[in-house]
């Protein structure tokens, strides 16, 4: 997490930090990464082996959307049913702990 936030700091990037929990749901995510895809955001997502399994699946389909979207260099695309804007300049950085 540390490593993530000097770096932004040092490439004038605002990042996010989000301390992930087993509360959290696939459209809680969702929010969440249309926020940075739209801003340019990154996103660093600590303890991220915290959210349920099933929620995680979910969340890779939601990942890979806005990677190929912006691997295309798409300006906007179909995020969770809503067309939303897609900056290149937005990254998602996860941290894993053991013991959960």
């Not at 932004?8 to 301390?19: D, P, S």
């Not at 739209?38 to 349920?52: P, Y």
Request: aromatic share 12%; net charge positive.
């Amino acid at each position: 997490t540390e490593t993530v936030k000097d770096l932004g700091k040092n490439l004038a990037k605002y990042v996010v930090v989000i301390n992930c929990s087993d509360g959290m749901d696939y459209k809680s995510v969702g929010r969440i990464f249309s926020g940075l895809c739209q801003s340019g955001s990154w996103g660093c997502f600590d303890e991220f082996n915290r959210i349920k399994i099933e929620v995680i699946s979910v969340v890779a389909m939601q990942v890979l959307s806005i990677v190929n979207a912006q691997r295309l260099h798409q300006e906007r695309f179909n995020f969770m049913g809503q067309f939303i804007k897609c900056s290149t300049e937005a990254g998602m950085f996860i941290t894993m702990n053991p013991g959960y």
